[in-house]
């Protein structure tokens, strides 16, 4: 009598995995490729420094970035890994978190997105391209500075999709400063109230609405690990957030909800130009990496969506780089 698992390894080896191969290939457009999906060279793959001079008022807007940052829009296709889940992301509207949501949607997941007022018209450009994923989505502007404010988030993204299961904590204020001695005491509170208690507050409320199988993604950085001299205040707040990160997975792993944090290197997005690098460091933004340019923020979504994702069930407590070989994780 033929095993369970003999039958198993016939659908996988067999004319029926290849069929299903070939139609996952056409589904996600690769099936004019003679031989598979192209290979893509990450040192050709996007655009290198010196980039143009370029300075925007604080929070800034990806669309008036150039070039402009690519988030995906164009290139992230999804494979339903997400379907049915809910999301709540914070600075949703641009930069990582906008190709998360981007990502997040095409995979099949509602999600309630939130950014500051003054960045509607980023916002209204995710809220299209979810839109056209044909998933649920809602837009909960407002300053995460509030107390008041993260409570009602949560509890509006949890009414508005009728539920919640990932949490992606990735809105953040940097400002660089050249020494201690220019980083003022509303500085400080500004910084660690956006990254730090904002963080505190949104996850707290949220914890009561996650089931087993939840995910919590926080946004750390390299900075982390190799803190810049010029952002003294930011880096310790995410430094702080890695920790932060650790310890809640050890304290809700007997809930089942995994929580794990991403730690970008440079990447090129609305934070930078809006006071995030000094304006002649941001021209050679990114030059400095083993691969001689930034990231672009589609090229970090997807390891938001594993995280997010069933597939990642035995990872918590961990930290996940995208670095362009610089110092990580
Ligand atoms: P971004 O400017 O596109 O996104 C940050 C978002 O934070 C803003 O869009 C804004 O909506 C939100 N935000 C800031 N203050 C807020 C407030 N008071 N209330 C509500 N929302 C607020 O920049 P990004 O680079 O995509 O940043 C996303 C995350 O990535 C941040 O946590 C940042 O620290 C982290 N990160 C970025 C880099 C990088 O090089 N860009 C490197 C390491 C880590
Ligand atoms: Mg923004």
Redesign the pocket.
Known sequence: MRSKKNAADDILRGPRAESFAKATASMLGFADSPSGRPLSDPRRLHPKPPFEKQTQPW??L?GQMTPR?DHGEDSYKGSGRLLGRKALI??????????TAIAFAREGADVAL???PE?EA??EEVMDLMGEAGVKTTAI?????DEA?CIRLVEDAARDLGGLDILV??????QARESILDITTDDLD?TF???LY?LFWITKAAVPHLRPGSAIIN?????AFDPSPHLLD?SA??AA?LNFSKCLAKQLAERGIRVNA???????????P?G?QFPDHLTK?GHDTPLGR??Q?AEIAPLYVLLASNEASFCTGQVFGATGGEAGP
């Open positions: 929070p800034g990806a940052p914070t600075g949703g509207d641009s930069g990582i978190g906008r190709a939130n950014y500051l960045e980023d916002a502007p407002g300053d995460i500075r404010f904590n990735n809105a953040a204020r940097q500004w109230r956006t990254n904002a946004t750390s950085s390299i900075v930011y707040t995410k957030i991403v730690a970008p290197g440079p990447f090129w997005t609305a934070l930078q809006s995030g933004f930034p990231g923020p």
